[in-house]
């Protein structure tokens, strides 16, 4: 069995998609604020500027990987943190809705596979001190 890496980077334009002041998004990731998975499998953060992160492929769904004509390779991103950390990051709380509201959308709904090793996003990090 091998092990494939996908080696990337959250750019200025999603992260300021995520929040009004990406270098907070940045620095609340570095200090473990803001947990980033790709896919739902856990990532790698990169020590240094920006949000540089590394995955193993076989922990993510498949066909996860889409493309633009750049070109460039997409993959899934996801932040998760505290909705109050979100706030003070300048984050776009006027559009956060209840996970039991949009679970009611069934058209907008795919249902993928989960790893089995990877954890909940909403579980603390090991380590850390989330509640």
């Not at 856990?42 to 920006?50: E, S």
């Not at 993959?75 to 949009?102: C, M, N, Q, S, W």
């Not at 009611?104 to 089995?116: C, G």
Request: with cysteine.
């Amino acid at each position: 069995m091998t092990t494939v890496l996908f080696m990337g980077g959250a750019g200025g334009s999603l992260r300021a998609g995520v929040t009004e002041n990406p270098v907070k998004l940045t620095d609340s990731v570095k200090r473990k604020l803001t947990r980033v998975t790709c896919g739902g499998a856990p990532a790698y953060i990169w020590p240094g500027g920006g949000i540089t992160f590394m995955v193993d492929v076989t922990r993510m769904p498949e066909n996860a990987f889409g493309y633009v004509p750049t070109p460039a390779l997409v993959a899934p991103i996801e932040f998760t943190l505290k909705k109050d950390d979100y706030a003070v990051l300048g984050g776009h709380v006027d559009y956060v809705r209840p996970l039991v509201d949009v679970l009611k959308e069934k058209e907008r709904q795919r249902q993928l596979v989960s790893h089995a090793q990877n954890p909940w996003p909403l579980k603390p990090h090991a380590g850390s001190s989330e509640s």
